[in-house]
């Protein structure tokens, strides 16, 4: 069973920011959350990971609570391309992938 | 992009008979894994394998088994394949332990299996 839980879906308008939130209350000191996504017909592909402190990449940001047990992924401004389900991974030594959060970009 | 790929791309089968997917990936990573994608159900974990010959169950191993004779090769194979096991399968690597191993997971193109 997945250890994370996320919202089903999401909607944004392109190049508006977007929080995609996740909680993962089981969380131990030493789990990563992970990011990732999958756009259609493709394999999961990588987005951030972290483990206490806020990260930032060139695709987004990852903002982590102060007691670990949720996080958010930030896409600063959404494009087009960004509509993908995203995975929020965490708590477990294998991946876990549950059914993540489709996002839907809007013209 | 990380090289991994697998073989075939797509395969129609029918019920009862052997199927074997290959992993193959030119990263020298040590960790390697089956996933199997449904409508529905997200990614599930089929077998992995952190080095060679070492191999594990993940959450849906029934019906599976897998083979890793060399660090390049990952092998899923379907004994008798059912139509229950139609689905996209992918394969993944990564350098070292995921979750608390902070590591990245890098995902092949999958394949298209369908049992008839």
Redesign the interface.
Known sequence: D?KTTQPNSMESNEEEPVHLPCNHSTISG???I?W?RQLPS?????VI?G?TSNVNNRMASLAIAEDRKSSTLILHRATLRDAAVY?CI???????????TRLSVLP | DAGITQSPRHKVTETGTPVTLRCHQTENHRYM?W?RQDP??????IH?SYGVKDTDK??VSDGYSVSRSKTEDFLLTLESATSSQTSVY?C?ISAG??????N???????TRLTVL
Not at chain 1, 42 to 46: R, V
Not at chain 1, 90 to 99: A, L
Not at chain 2, 97 to 102: R, V
């Open positions: 997945a030493t789990d990563y992970h990732y493709q394999g999961p592909e990588y990971h483990l995975y965490c708590c477990g030594q294998n991946f876990v992938f549950g059914p993540g | 894994y996933y529905g159900h997200g990614l599930r974990l992995y993940g959450e992918f993944a332990q995921l979750g608390t191993g902070g990245e997971q890098f995902f092949g193109p999958g």
